[in-house]
């Protein structure tokens, strides 16, 4: 399968056939942007399980590099993009934080592949969703989500950093921006075929 530049998608004809669904994970650590990404893309409203951050949600969850962020998924973001006539993707944004990890690996099950959303000006915390992944058969691709358009590391630097492989893509993206999230997205799928063993 080759995919091609991103169209909005045209109206069905009745009668033709449904795109393939198919389910991508959004991972990473706390406040890294996975709603955020989710929502920038989402065609239907999105489905988060926000809930306000506590004064000791606070200081168990670290927030003072995010301190402008006042909520944080407990469960999942749930959206969905029809990529086009043959393709619509059902994304689901796990938890950040380390107390909400059960439910990564439910989130995991069944999924295509996974995108992997790191922090540069935090890579501290980004080990653990690297990590995971890499201990997986989910494919997946880290990408550096750019705060304010800019990256606080070079992208090799990050790549040494968190000791990720030199096979795993490494892309830098923002997560506000609709088109850098759905060539993210796209980028998630093609390392995908390829680790199946499909090509274009």
Request: with cysteine; charged share 25%.
């Given at each position: 399968?080759?995919?091609?530049?991103?169209?909005?998608?045209?109206?069905r004809?009745?009668?033709?056939?449904?795109?393939?669904?198919?389910?991508?994970?959004?991972?990473?650590?706390?406040?890294?942007?996975?709603?955020?990404?989710?929502?920038?893309?989402?065609?239907?409203?999105?489905?988060?399980?926000?809930?306000?951050?506590?004064?000791?949600?606070?200081?168990?969850?670290?927030?003072?590099?995010?301190?402008?962020?006042?909520?944080?998924?407990?469960?999942?973001?749930?959206?969905?993009?029809?990529i086009?006539?043959?393709?619509?993707?059902?994304?689901?944004?796990?938890?950040?934080?380390?107390?909400?990890?059960?439910?990564?690996?439910?989130?995991?099950?069944?999924?295509?592949?996974?995108?992997?959303i790191?922090?540069?000006?935090?890579?501290?915390?980004?080990?653990?969703?690297?990590?995971?992944?890499?201990?997986?058969?989910?494919?997946?691709?880290?990408?550096?989500?750019?705060?304010?358009?800019?990256?606080?590391?070079?992208?090799?630097?990050?790549?040494?950093?968190?000791?990720?492989?030199?096979?795993?893509?490494?892309?830098?993206?923002?997560?506000?921006?609709?088109?850098?999230?759905?060539?993210?997205?796209?980028?998630?799928?093609?390392?995908?075929?390829?680790?199946?063993?499909?090509?274009?």
């Amino acid at each position: 399968m080759d995919f091609k530049p991103f169209a909005e998608p045209a109206e069905r004809a009745p009668g033709s056939r449904q795109p393939v669904p198919v389910k991508l994970v959004v991972a990473g650590g706390f406040g890294v942007g996975k709603t955020t990404a989710v929502s920038s893309v989402s065609e239907i409203p999105l489905l988060t399980t926000e809930a306000a951050i506590t004064e000791v949600a606070a200081q168990i969850d670290r927030t003072g590099e995010v301190p402008d962020k006042v909520t944080t998924t407990v469960a999942l973001d749930f959206g969905r993009i029809t990529i086009d006539d043959e393709l619509k993707l059902y994304l689901f944004g796990t938890p950040g934080q380390d107390r909400f990890g059960f439910m990564w690996h439910e989130l995991a099950k069944g999924a295509l592949g996974a995108l992997v959303i790191v922090d540069t000006r935090r890579l501290d915390d980004c080990y653990a969703a690297v990590d995971y992944f890499e201990h997986t058969d989910v494919p997946f691709v880290v990408a550096i989500n750019r705060f304010h358009g800019v990256l606080a590391h070079e992208m090799e630097e990050v790549r040494w950093a968190l000791a990720i492989s030199e096979d795993t893509p490494l892309i830098a993206f923002d997560a506000r921006d609709r088109r850098s999230v759905i060539d993210a997205l796209l980028t998630v799928l093609r390392r995908s075929l390829e680790r199946a063993g499909v090509h274009g």
